[in-house]
RNA sequence: GGCCCGUUCGUCUAUCGGUUAGGACACCAGGUUUUCAACCUGGGAAGAGGGGUUCGACUCCCCUACGGGCUGCCA
């Protein structure tokens, strides 16, 4: 058994797309799984809607995926050379015809065929069997001399057997008449050059697989193991747009999921092992197989992402957990934190980390660090630290004064405080999370203090006595 | 329009002819609780519809409905 090679190939258009992202990672899960080869091609023929900053977009998606592809990437571009020698060989052998119909000669045929009644014309070119002799000195589009009868089984790992009658495919063009290949082509040569064994690809392209399929039989070719899975759907079921949200991976960074739920979350979308839920890459890479891909298309659902996202949070070692949170700063265009506020962050993950879905709630609730005297409040907060609540406060300034600081010291304090009046702790606790953070959503109290230490902790309730 | 693909709880899915159709997220109720989150207990919730095949169909076949894809000298 020869090594396993698949590929991610992305147009460059855009940003990339969430449910590419999930199709490199299958590529990617298969294959790493597998000790094959991943490769990176950016399909970038189109010459009009391709840009470099697009195909940065997506290398820069798929590194913060943690997606690493083998050797250079590959600009499809790049081989148009290869494509047209190959569509020139498929003209010496007789499997390709030149085409000198023009766009309006087809086009008007169309018409006419519509007109007729014809739901779907066939165009059989004039020039399939054409003596070259009458050949006029026109410009002209190579043609695959696709079979007339008969038809073309698509062995689908994901989807079965796929049977396309072969008279409802035309002579598809392989080379443009100004020379260029169409990506029908080049897709076959890359994928054949680049010794691909198995295309794994948005069953959008289940159709076109029949005519590649037949370039492979026409060079003589071995037809790669074919696996089309369903495309992602939006929450309400339909086609995945922009109206739905986030549809490029850059917004799911930015939104604060760290890059081992989206993984995570991303393979089960549409491939399941058993009950397994949540897992890492270690036993995706496993576990994956192309006999898990469902054939139903699976519609996004950002609560089950977030319960992911909270898991693996809670699950990451601070030290690994630093570096994202830092990224996500950077992602979602927040200021770049300070020394100082970088330190609180490492004292105070242990208290966000379990309670924190995203990076986003994550340092929301570390505010209590990231801040600094004199603490701002905001409205939920002003509104517990009502007059009665700030005389409490001030007595259990001198006893924090004197407690050793301990989580179980600083409870009783604060719990006895609480007795003194006959309240429970939370009319305390409440009060003072305020007064410690200016915001009603923080860790535990005594955490905080713990994190923010002895005089900071006083400062801050010194602040609002006066 | 034609061709191709799909259809199990609200969502992601398990089941690969014989199960009380399982799990997860979400939801509801209760518990725990210093807020949030987490956690514990319990609950409601599914085989699109109709025909076959079979001793027996969610599983196999056909039809319908619905959804999606393709139908370019785009990728």
Known sequence: MSEIVTRFAPSPTGYLHIGGARTALFNWLFARGRGGKFLLRIEDTDRERSTPEATAAILKGLTWLGLDWDGD????????????????????????????????????????????????????????????ATYPDAPYVIRMKAPRTGQTVIDDKVQGKVVIQNPTLDDMIVLRSDGTPVYMLAVVVDDHDMGVTHVIRGDDHLNNAARQQMVYDAMGWKVPVWAHIPL????????????????????????????????????????????????????????????????????????????????????????DLLPEILAFFGAAKLPEPSQPQKDGLVRALFSVKERAKTFTELIEKAHFVLTSRPISMDEKAAKSLDPVSRSILSELTPQLQSVSWERDKLESVVAGVAEAHVMGLGKVAGPLRAALAGRAVTPSVFDMMLVLGREETLARLKDLAD
């Open 73 to 132: 990437v590959v600009s499809q571009f790049d081989g148009k050379d290869r494509h047209a020698e190959v569509a020139h060989e498929m003209l010496a052998r007789g499997t390709a015809y030149k085409c000198f119909s023009t766009q309006a000669e087809i086009e008007a045929f169309r018409e006419a065929e519509k007109a007729r009644g014809v739901s779907y014309p066939v165009f059989l070119s004039p020039w399939r069997d054409a003596d070259p």
């Open 232 to 319: 992602i759907h939006g929450p309400d079921g339909k086609k995945l747009s922009k109206r739905h949200g986030a549809v490029g991976l850059e917004e799911y960074q930015a939104m604060g999921y760290p890059a081992a739920a989206m993984r995570n979350y991303l393979a089960r979308l549409g491939w399941a092992h058993g009950d397994a839920e949540f897992f890492g890459d270690t036993e995706a890479k496993e576990w994956f197989s192309l006999e898990g891909i469902g054939r139903a298309p699976a519609r996004l659902d950002f609560k089950k992402l977030e319960n992911l996202s909270g898991q693996h949070i809670a699950a990451t070692a601070d030290a």
